[in-house]
T-cell receptor, first 108, second 110 residues
């Protein structure tokens, strides 16, 4: 199957930390992306994980466990501009398949 | 910084007409993709293209759709006989490792 599961919505407070989880079916897996998408705009690349472990890039980090079919995106020091949808996407064979996205609301 | 560019940014067309959406992928990338996003819905895979041919396509990508790489830089999506339900954002992407998206074409079929 193609299921990629992530929470529909999350809410966090400015300055805090939030973790957005993604689970996927492991067959044909070749890598995983996280994207940020503001309403009406294109997905913006955040991270790319191929091997197990944590990739850190500024305030954003992404983790992958291939055996568990699990990834998370960690956002630190949240800012109001981080209010957006966050999309988990899996490379499966020659396709990149997206989850439905997690809409993150940031409260002041 | 290299980027994926798409034209036009907006396209309004009458039902039944043909449209061609254009993309210039990042120059050294080998994999190209087209996606569709209907308003408020998820990003849906349409087709992937590698080594000058389609490598995978979804069930959405039926005979109404076709892709071409007419020269060394452009990558086009043709939609024949457009329907109201084809109204959506269409995104092109390219990658070797990391995948980058163009800004999209907003297609409105009236």
């Amino acid at each position: 199957g193609q299921n990629i599961d992530q929470p529909t919505e999350m809410t966090a407070t400015e300055g805090a930390i939030v973790q957005i989880n993604c689970t996927y079916q492991t067959s044909g897996f070749n890598g995983l992306f996280w994207y940020q998408q503001h309403a009406g705009e294109a997905p913006t690349f955040l991270s790319y994980n191929v091997l197990d472990g944590l990739e850190e890039k500024g305030r954003f980090s992404s983790f992958l466990s291939r055996s568990k079919g699990y990834s998370y995106l960690l956002l630190k020091e949240l800012q109001m501009k981080d209010s957006a949808s966050y999309l988990c996407a899996v490379i499966r064979d020659d396709k990149i398949i997206f989850g439905k996205g997690t809409r993150l609301h940031i409260l002041p | 910084e290299p980027e994926v560019t798409q034209t036009p940014s907006h396209q309004v067309t009458q039902m039944g007409q043909e449209v061609i959406l254009r993309c210039v992928p990042i120059s050294n990338h080998l994999y190209f993709y087209w996606y569709r996003q209907i308003l408020g819905q998820k990003v849906e895979f349409l087709v992937s293209f590698y080594n000058n041919e389609i490598s995978e396509k979804s069930e959405i990508f039926d005979d109404q759709f076709s892709v071409e790489r007419p020269d060394g830089s452009n990558f086009t999506l043709k939609i024949r006989s457009t329907k109201l339900e084809d109204s959506a954002m269409y995104f092109c992407a390219s990658r070797n490792g990391e995948a980058f998206f163009g800004q999209g074409t907003r297609l409105t079929v009236v």
